[in-house]
């Protein structure tokens, strides 16, 4: 299977900040990679799709790159609403998920 | 648009097979491949397996022998039934369509909210 590693697993930002979550597959995956958001009891909502496709009614804020192995999620001047947890996935071959990068209010 | 909700038993003995049910409403099922993930509390996310469009299913290779996945097209519904329950499949087990046809399945929109099943005697 293809393993996915989210860095780093937790980070205090304030508002306004801009953060950056990495997330490494161990082995290429091109561009086919999700990102979600996900906040205390409830599902994840989908961001970003094929790796930077801003999925419709996501804030433009959020943006993703990357392919290959290694992508990244960024949030430009992070805002009260962003503070969850986000989660990759690949879909290369069988669904995997990183292990989740929680953004905390600093 | 397109919503799913899980149902099923909020509590299941060890050893005991798990059943779960989502039901799909704003959309058929017909065409699309529907998928099963579980989230243990305070973990990650792991898949569980799918429904394809074509009837056929995959699963976890980790869990694959406990796996059954099914579908009711007359009721709009899939199911899960996940055998030898134990403590370690303790989780919120949410339902999910997948965006792309081939078998890996894409990415999953929308989501249920998410069923918790306690494994305990």
Redesign the interface.
Known sequence: ?IQMTQSPSSLSASVGDRVTITCRASQSISN?L?W?QQKPQ?????LM?KASNL?SGVPSRFSGSGSGTEFTLTINSLQPDDFATY?C?Q??????????TKVEIK | QVQLQESGPGLVKPSETLSLTCTVSGGSISGYNW?W?RQPPGK????IGYMYSSGST?S??SLKSRVTISRDMLKNQFSLKLTSMTAADTAVY?CARG??LG???????P????TLVTVSS
Not at chain 1, 42 to 46: M, Q, R, S, T, V
Not at chain 1, 91 to 100: A, I, W
Not at chain 2, 44 to 47: H, K, T, Y
């Open positions: 299977d086919s999700a979600y409830k599902a994840p909502k989908l799709y999925e989660y996935q879909y290369k071959s069988y669904p995997t998920f990183g292990q989740g | 998928s993930i990650g996310l792991e898949w995959n976890n290779p949410y965006t792309l078998w890996a399945g894409g990415w999953f929109d989501w249920g909210q998410g």
